[in-house]
């Protein structure tokens, strides 16, 4: 029941960086994760990075393709999830959803209830 808005997706090059940023709104209460996922053209949807926390303690998941160069954070007081993204690839090219849900370990989409409609980010090599 979260309302998700993502926005700051667009066109860069190679070897530049990007910040996405997801927007929260409405019934938090069951929500204490959120997640970055993406789906590029002919591929699965597949996990980015995660955030969980319990109290004033977070956790941090990443996929092993973006370890290094993603870091996923949140501000609470803006309600906002942000992706920052360094050294992008053009592999990196994709839709980028954001997604609220729970998990305890090893974030899947099926944790995930609450998803957003994707910002586009492309990379040109």
């Known amino acids: 029941q979260v309302h998700l808005a993502e926005s700051g997706g667009g066109l860069v090059q190679a070897g530049d960086s990007l910040r996405v940023s997801c927007a929260a709104s409405g019934r938090t209460f069951s929500t204490y994760a959120m997640g970055w996922f993406r789906q590029a053209p002919g591929k699965e949807r597949e996990f980015v990075a995660a955030?969980?926390?319990?109290?004033?303690?977070?956790?941090?998941d990443y996929a092993d393709s973006v370890k290094g160069r993603f870091t996923i954070s949140r501000d609470n007081a803006k309600n906002t999830l942000y992706l920052q993204m360094n050294s992008l690839k053009p592999e990196d090219t994709a839709v980028y959803y954001c997604?609220?849900?729970?998990?305890?370990?090893?974030?899947?989409?099926?944790?995930?209830?609450?998803w957003g409609q994707g910002t586009q980010v492309t990379v040109s090599s």
């Open positions: 997604a609220g849900g729970y998990y305890i370990s090893g974030p899947r989409e099926s944790d995930f209830h609450s």
């Open positions: 955030i969980r926390w319990t109290g004033n303690t977070y956790y941090y």
